[in-house]
């Protein structure tokens, strides 16, 4: 399996708020590990504030925000979940065009638990195969997507690879799975 990020720059999308902690900094000390260069892009620069479910978390420091960048300046997305974060970013039209910048190029995307939401709206769900939480499930089906209920989804059917988990429990799965589809 192939894992080396050969120093790739990879884009985490993140809300100001309810960004569910443990889906960012997992996914993040991965890319890490496999020699990417993880970078914070959010809608305000300054921090985030993570949460852990409904609590508190830390906060972290935004490299750019998505006014100030393009899919072209990195080799894939990441896009943790939570409620809030995803909800958030699917409102905002240049958060949602950065992540729809990303299909039309072809880089890969990774999308844990809620995060799939914004990928709704950026309609890039469209004839995929993939996985959230459960609670998305009619709106990835309304949006022409297939939802199935695994660890991992894996989706080659568009002109990227879309990577898919539904909750933390699975984030082993999920950052194998999107260490390889990003070296690849």
Same mark, same amino acid.
């Given at each position: 399996?192939?894992? &080396?990020?050969?120093?790739?720059?990879?884009?985490?999308?993140?809300?100001? =708020?309810?960004?569910?902690?443990?889906?960012?900094?997992? #996914?993040?000390?991965?890319?890490? +590990?496999?020699?990417?260069? #993880?970078?914070?892009?959010?809608?305000?620069?300054?921090?985030?504030?993570?949460?852990?479910?409904?609590?508190?978390?830390?906060?972290?420091?935004?490299?750019?925000?998505?006014?100030?960048?393009?899919?072209?300046?990195?080799?894939?997305?990441?896009?943790?979940?939570?409620?809030?974060?995803?909800?958030?970013?699917?409102?905002?039209?240049?958060?949602?065009?950065?992540?729809?910048?990303?299909? &039309?190029?072809? +880089? #890969?995307?990774?999308?844990?638990?809620?995060?799939?939401?914004?990928?709704?709206?950026?309609?890039?769900?469209?004839?995929?195969?993939?996985?959230?939480?459960?609670?998305?499930?009619?709106?990835?089906? /309304?949006?022409?997507?297939?939802?199935? &209920? =695994?660890?991992?989804?894996?989706?080659?059917?568009?002109? /990227?690879?879309?990577?898919?988990?539904? +909750?933390?429990? &699975?984030? #082993?799965?999920?950052?194998?799975?999107?260490?390889?589809?990003?070296?690849?």
């Amino acid at each position: 399996m192939a894992t &080396d990020l050969d120093g790739g720059v990879v884009a985490f999308l993140a809300a100001p =708020e309810g960004t569910e902690q443990v889906e960012l900094t997992e #996914p993040w000390a991965a890319v890490e +590990k496999a020699g990417g260069r #993880p970078q914070l892009v959010s809608t305000q620069s300054g921090q985030i504030q993570g949460l852990n479910h409904l609590d508190k978390g830390d906060t972290f420091t935004v490299h750019a925000t998505v006014e100030d960048v393009s899919a072209a300046d990195f080799a894939g997305l990441v896009l943790p979940g939570g409620v809030a974060n995803p909800d958030f970013l699917r409102t905002v039209p240049r958060a949602v065009a950065f992540a729809k910048e990303f299909f &039309d190029s072809g +880089k #890969p995307v990774a999308a844990i638990c809620h995060a799939p939401w914004t990928l709704v709206e950026a309609d890039a769900v469209r004839g995929r195969r993939l996985t959230s939480f459960p609670s998305l499930r009619t709106d990835i089906a /309304n949006a022409g997507g297939e939802w199935v &209920d =695994e660890e991992v989804v894996v989706c080659s059917a568009g002109p /990227n690879k879309l990577v898919t988990s539904r +909750k933390p429990d &699975d984030i #082993p799965a999920f950052n194998d799975a999107l260490l390889t589809a990003f070296a690849e």
